[in-house]
């Protein structure tokens, strides 16, 4: 019953330092997606894909790089850190189609310093 | 575009009270709507889903009822535990106007229940 896994979960990171979030799924679901929490904002999405090998930009992806090579993983790239990405990171996927739920992972707490 | 709007938290009650969070969403299309819960330290996790108007979704106690006509989702609960504090997402998902699966989150809202 692994789900959605996301690691690590706890990250302190430097300005300026790269580093890439894993997240991987034994559902076979197309549909995967990073998003952000922040206070009083909700989950704001990052990046998603609809399969592997396509990748699309969702409502905040400056700073951030993905890719999907097979159906299980998405990971997410921090390309160079700032404080302004100190968030709690959740990685989620779901099937494509109507009135299907997405499944999240337990998050990755980054802080940048 | 689409967007969903909930009341902030946090809120506070005692065991026993009624719960009421309210939702509210704008869509071109015919969203399903969804509240999510978020227990400490945790992921998201689907509390109840409803997908198309008037359905009633359910679980655990909690219901929230698809409102077309007023374009609401409001989540209920009649008597709350402690075990229900946490903090509430209503969602939706667009398959009109959104790759399936994309999701629309409201800004969340806490629920504390104290003893």
């Known amino acids: 019953n692994a789900g959605v896994t996301q690691t690590p979960k706890f990250q302190v990171l430097k300005t300026g330092q790269s580093m890439t979030l894993q997240c991987a799924q034994d559902?076979?679901?197309?549909?995967m997606s990073w998003y952000r929490q922040d206070p009083g904002m909700g989950l704001r999405l990052i990046h998603y894909?609809?399969?592997?090998?396509?990748?699309d930009q969702g409502e905040v992806p400056n700073g951030y790089n993905v890719s999907r090579s097979t159906t299980e993983d998405f990971p997410l790239r921090l390309l160079s850190a700032a404080p302004s990405q100190t968030s709690v990171y959740f990685c989620a996927s779901s099937l494509t189609g109507p009135n299907t739920e997405a499944f999240f992972g337990q998050g990755t707490r980054l802080t940048v310093v | 575009g689409n967007s969903v709007t909930q009341m902030e938290g946090p809120v506070t009650l005692s065991e026993e009270a009624f719960l009421t969070i309210n939702c509210t969403y704008t869509a071109t299309g015919y969203p399903s709507l969804f509240w999510y819960v978020q227990y400490p330290g945790e992921g998201l996790q689907l509390l109840l889903k409803a997908t198309k108007a008037d359905d009633k979704g359910s679980n655990k106690g909690f219901e929230a009822t698809y409102r077309k006509e007023t374009t609401s989702f409001h989540l209920e609960k009649g008597s709350v535990q402690v075990s229900d504090s946490a903090v509430y997402f209503c969602a939706l998902s667009d398959y009109i106007t959104d790759s399936w699966g994309k999701f629309q989150f409201g800004a969340g809202t806490q629920v504390v229940v104290t003893p």
């Open positions: 559902m076979n679901h197309e549909y």
């Open positions: 894909s609809v399969g592997a090998g396509i990748t």
